[in-house]
Structure formats: C-alpha cells, structure tokens
C-alpha cells in the first residue's frame, strides 16, 4: 500500500493536478479515515472477478483523469445486485463516457462496495490565504449547494471544536434522529474532522479536498466519494 505522501508525489511526477477517486480514498484511508473498498478493472471479466471479491450489491464508476463529476456523464451505476448487471453496467459506462466525453482517456472501472444509505454528510479541506488548512463541515446535497449551511474551523482541530463544527449547522437536527432514523455517530464524524485538518497541515501539496457524500449510520460512518485537488 503507497502512502500518502507516494500517491500525491506519484500524482504529481505525472503533471495530474487531480487525484483519481481510488488514489484519495487511498490517501485518506492511510489516515485511518473509513472509506468503501475498491478495485480498479481493466474488463469486464475483471469487474466481475472483483465484484464477486468485494461482495454483492456494487457499485461501478468511470476512472478517468478527463472526468471530473461522474456522474453527469453517465459513469456512475449504483446497487449493482448480479454479475448480469455488472456486466451491463461495465458496458454502459465505457459507451456514455466515450460518448459525452469523446476524447477521456479512460484508466478503468471502479469497482467498489455499495454504501447503504445513512445521513449523508461532507467534509471539504481549503487553504484560507490567511488562515492555512481550514476544515469545512455540512449536511449533504441542497443543505451544502442551496442553503450554504456549513461550518468552518482552521486547522488543527481540538476535539471540542470538532464537535462545535456538527453543532453550528442549523440542520444538525438531521444528525439526532428524528421521526425514526438512527441517530448519526458524531464521534465518527468528529474524528475524520480532526484527521482531514491533520492532512492538511501534513501534506501541503494538497490544495483542496471534498469528501462527498459521506454516509453517516448509528455506527461509523464510511466515505463513498473523495476528491483531492493539488497544486
Ligand atoms: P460524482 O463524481 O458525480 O460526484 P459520486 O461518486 O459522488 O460521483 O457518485 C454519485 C452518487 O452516487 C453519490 O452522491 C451517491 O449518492 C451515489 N454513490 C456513489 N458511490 C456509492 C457507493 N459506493 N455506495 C452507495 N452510493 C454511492
Ligand atoms: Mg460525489
């Protein structure tokens, strides 16, 4: 396993100012952060090989340096349930990608488990000018895109703030359990806080960062999409 200082030096030898999703859950699961396991698959017959090892329901993703958001261009396939479907969707997303992205250079398949639902959360990583590496905390979907209902702190992180970052949220309520959901384990969510400030001060290459979504349960919590930006 590269650690994640080799990934980012390795990323960075080949001009790539962007992480591939593998390489940075790579990179945050060095850092004890829980992530969703992953394979890369050169075929199809790879893809279902590494299905059958990861273990049904899977999900499939494009790797493609030219994609940045996957799934506006047809490269994501969730809850993949046979190795029929799998097949399918290998072949789906190689023709969507080459199709709407004509020139991607495409890596290979992702092939990795499939998170069930929970409270979906995101976690982001900028550099303030001023301030340095700051940790950035919010609910998932419209609460981070419409509503701007997140929290910051610089870097490091104490554990007290941490947890006022999950409380400052107006929508913290989510995170409680409410009308029968389990409530969200904030101890988790704290301590990948307090990890992704550690990354920041360790690894200045690394210019910006975005777990999301993260899904949140009564017990841990596991990151289903990472992306690091260096420069
Ligand atoms: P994008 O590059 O478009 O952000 P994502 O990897 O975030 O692609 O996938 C899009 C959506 O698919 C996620 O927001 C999530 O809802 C779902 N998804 C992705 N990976 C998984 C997974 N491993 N388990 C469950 N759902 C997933
Ligand atoms: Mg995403």
Not at 133 to 161: C, I, Q
Not at 197 to 202: D, F, K, R, S, V
């Amino acid at each position: 396993m590269p650690t994640a200082r080799d990934l980012v030096q390795a990323a960075l030898s080949e001009g790539r100012k962007v992480l591939l999703e593998h390489e940075a859950k790579a990179l945050i699961g060095d850092y004890g952060i829980p992530v969703t396991r992953v394979k890369v698959a050169k075929s199809e017959d790879e893809a279902v090989e590494f299905a059958r090892e990861i273990g049904l329901p899977v999900v499939l993703k494009i790797v493609s340096p030219d994609v940045l958001h996957k799934s506006d261009v047809g490269g994501v396939k969730v809850n993949l349930k046979t190795e029929e479907e799998v097949r399918r969707a290998y072949r789906e997303i190689i023709e969507n990608v080459k199709s709407k992205v004509p020139n991607a250079r495409i890596v290979g398949i992702l092939v990795q488990e499939f998170a069930p639902s929970g409270v979906e959360v995101i976690i982001g990583l900028i550099r303030d000018p001023q301030f340095g590496p700051t940790v950035m905390f919010g609910l998932g979907g419209v609460f981070v895109e419409v509503f701007k209902d997140v929290s910051f702190r610089v870097a490091p992180l104490t554990e007290r703030d941490a947890y006022e970052m999950i409380e400052e949220i107006k929508g913290k309520v989510l995170l409680e359990g409410y009308r029968g959901t389990q409530p969200a384990d904030k101890k988790a969510i704290a301590d990948a806080l307090i990890k992704v400030g550690q990354i920041g001060l360790e690894i200045p290459e690394i210019k910006e960062m975005d777990l999301n979504p993260i899904m949140a349960y009564p017990t841990g919590i596991k990151v289903v999409d990472a992306r690091v930006i260096l420069g």
